[in-house]
């Protein structure tokens, strides 16, 4: 359908699970994308390369940026970029995370910081940095969260800085207002992605879990397409829980399916 015809979307930590996801949905639909990865050399540049080639042959432009979004000079030189070669930003997709898998009241000062500078000030660097260009597009900011944002985990600190983040959501909504620049948050349930390998060391339990109950990255960028588009126009401020009604069905007991069935 074109929905996204010769927008451009950056999608932050994009060349791998929901991030890569989201970056083919919107090339789909006709948008020249922004792949942006972290670590320089190694599987993310390796699959951040082997992203661009696919989208390049849909017949989109796309941009292949490294960056580390809790530098400040790294975001704007990435930014920059995206001014130089792509002229305009339409959609930011802020997805990118990095977390260890330990209970907060163990964490070194290291992780702790780490924690929040890409989790919530390296997100914060990227709003900043993209004003300028999403104020002339009058554009839109989509925050990828998780239900670690509302629900308790021993072992998933991150959760804190989703929620925070889904505040900042809301408060840029407002703030933003004024610039025609919306702000809203996606928050996903359980995705088989490559962190679902450790968060099930971590998670009692958790492949008790109906198979339905799992969400599938494309589920994710279908909303953040929705979104993006003229669609989701009348949508700010406000979190989307994608995770299958698994939220909804918190309390029952982990044998039962959805059917009264056992799994």
């Not at 949905?25 to 948008?31: Q, R, S, T």
């Not at 004003?131 to 900011?141: D, F, N, Q, R, T």
């Not at 929620?163 to 004024?178: F, I, K, N, T």
């Not at 007991?253 to 069935?261: E, I, V």
Request: glycine share 8%.
């Amino acid at each position: 359908m074109n929905i996204l015809k010769d927008k451009v979307v950056l999608i932050t930590g994009s060349s791998r699970g929901i991030g890569r996801a989201i970056a083919k949905k919107c090339a789909l639909e006709g948008a020249d994308i922004v792949v942006n990865y972290r670590k320089a050399g190694g599987s993310s540049q390796a699959q951040a390369e082997e992203l661009c080639t696919e989208i390049g042959g849909m017949g989109r432009r796309v941009l292949m940026v490294h960056a580390d979004i809790a530098v400040r000079d790294s975001v704007r030189s990435m930014l920059g970029e995206v001014t130089e070669k792509m002229g305009r930003l339409d959609c930011l997709i802020l997805n990118a995370a990095k977390a260890p898998f330990k209970p907060i009241e163990k964490l070194f000062e290291r992780e702790l910081r780490q924690l929040v500078d890409t989790n919530y000030t390296g997100n914060i660097f990227c709003i900043q940095a993209a004003l300028p260009l999403l104020e002339k597009s009058e554009g839109k900011i989509i925050f990828i969260s998780s239900l670690g944002s509302r629900f308790y985990n021993p072992a998933y600190p991150l959760g804190s800085m989703k929620a925070a983040m889904e505040s900042v959501m809301r408060d840029c909504a407002e703030s933003l207002r004024s610039k025609n620049i919306s702000a809203n948050a996606v928050c996903g349930g359980i995705v088989k992605t490559d962190s679902f390998k450790v968060l099930r060391q971590f998670w009692d339990n958790i492949d008790m879990l109906p198979a339905g109950m799992y969400v599938e990255p494309e589920e994710i960028a279908d909303v953040v397409l929705f979104l993006c588009s003229d669609a989701g126009r009348g949508i700010s401020g406000q979190t989307i829980v994608v995770d299958r009604g698994l939220s909804n069905a918190i309390c029952r007991t982990p044998g039962d399916r959805a059917d009264n069935t056992k799994i």
